[in-house]
């Protein structure tokens, strides 16, 4: 019984809320129409001088006018046009009423409106012809009318691909290359990087960037640099070249090129980083995409590309390194090996793992996100280089977003 006498008392509560929203002249749920305020548009007072005369064009008494434009308001045709174009009953009244004064008060009037009236008075015409002066004017009032159509397309969450009109201008090619770590799937996308006559890579690190970044330049291919802290030339500011390197937030869906990499394609899976490979997915401008990824994605990619009729080529990788599942694992720091990768989950652990090592000898590099890039850099150059002292790896997971590390063992700690 108190849970019952406690749900009526919430009722009435909110009952009484809602009560008093109403008596404060508020709506709980307010109309579209209601976000956006009407501008003025005054009658044109010019000098008599200037007002045009055409022959057999009469001024018509103001009385007929407002006759003619209520035959104007009243007739369902121009309602049903109205409302095609986003024009509400709401605002509707409130253009007609300012429209009419615009008519009945200009001095002169429009010449084009003059004509109009006239023929629509003296030879019978239609009072439809008044409907473009009408829409003119509501739009002057209302300036949202004009961009509804774009407003209503971009805020469809159904249909994102008509987000971007550049890419659906472009019949694009799409090439999955689907295979694990070490297959050699990112190796044949960024081949046909190289050799096509504009290009972006997007990777979703800022090293990974970094390392096309430099592999492409020490191979020949002249390539830019485009991160969210670090831009970089391969010649200058004043001379950007046709290819470019970036994380896969800085790709443009305005930059028309032949050819765009996705590396880590499954990455759209994501929940926090999902929507920047989905962006570019949808957006890429380019007449290849070639994309890179887990087995795995195939069919969330394909997916999302029927409702454009993009077709889907595979293209799959098996790995060239035999991998081997350990069924044991590190057990103590003191079975590490040269070669070895420790992959924690937090930066804490990083540091007390790392710590623990150079305590008994062990040189170590770091990576993980937050680290500058220039340090990452060094960190897995150090690493990677077989007469530096540095042997075993502590990073997070960043390590498995496609950087070319070699790395004998990964261990879980």
Known sequence: MRLIFGERKKKREAEGRRRETKRQGFSEKRDLDELFAPLDVHPR??????????????????????????????????????????????????????????????????????????????YGHSVDQLFVFFLTHARKMYPHLECMKELKSISDLTQPHNWYPLAR????????????????????????????????????????????????????????????????????????????????????????????????????????????????????????????GEKAAVPIVKKILDPIGEHVEVKEYERKSKLVVSTHGLRALTNIQPGDCIVTFNKKTIFDTVRKLEKSGVKCAVIYGDLPAATKRLQAESFNDPNDPTKVLVSTDAIGMGLNLNIKRSLLF
Not at 188 to 205: D, H, I, M, T, V
Request: proline residues 3%; contains cysteine.
């Open 45 to 122: 007072l010019l000098n008599k001088e200037i007002d045009v005369e055409f022959e057999g064009v009469e001024d018509v008494d103001p009385k007929l006018m407002a006759e003619v434009l209520e035959n104007f308001r009243n007739k369902e045709i121009i309602r049903e046009l109205a409302k095609e174009h986003d024009i509400t009953e709401r605002l509707f009244g409130n253009i007609f009423r300012s429209f009419r004064d615009y008519c009945l008060k200009s001095k002169p009037l429009d010449p084009d409106l003059k004509v109009i009236f006239s023929d629509i008075v003296k």
């Open 169 to 292: 201008t472009i019949q694009r090619k799409v090439i999955f290359h689907a295979g694990p770590t070490n297959s050699g799937k990112t190796h044949e996308a960024l081949q046909a990087f190289k050799n096509a006559k504009s290009g972006a890579f997007c990777g979703p690190l800022r090293l990974l960037a970094a390392e096309v970044f430099r592999r492409m330049n020490a191979e020949g291919c002249p390539c830019d640099l485009v991160t969210g802290d670090d831009r970089q030339y391969a010649i200058d500011n004043m001379n950007p070249v046709s290819h470019i390197a970036c994380t896969v937030e800085m790709l443009s869906s305005e930059m028309h090129v032949d050819l765009i990499v996705i590396d880590e394609i499954q990455m759209l899976r994501d929940t926090q980083r999902g929507s920047s490979w989905t962006r570019a997915l949808l957006g890429a401008a380019a007449d290849e995409i070639h994309l890179c």
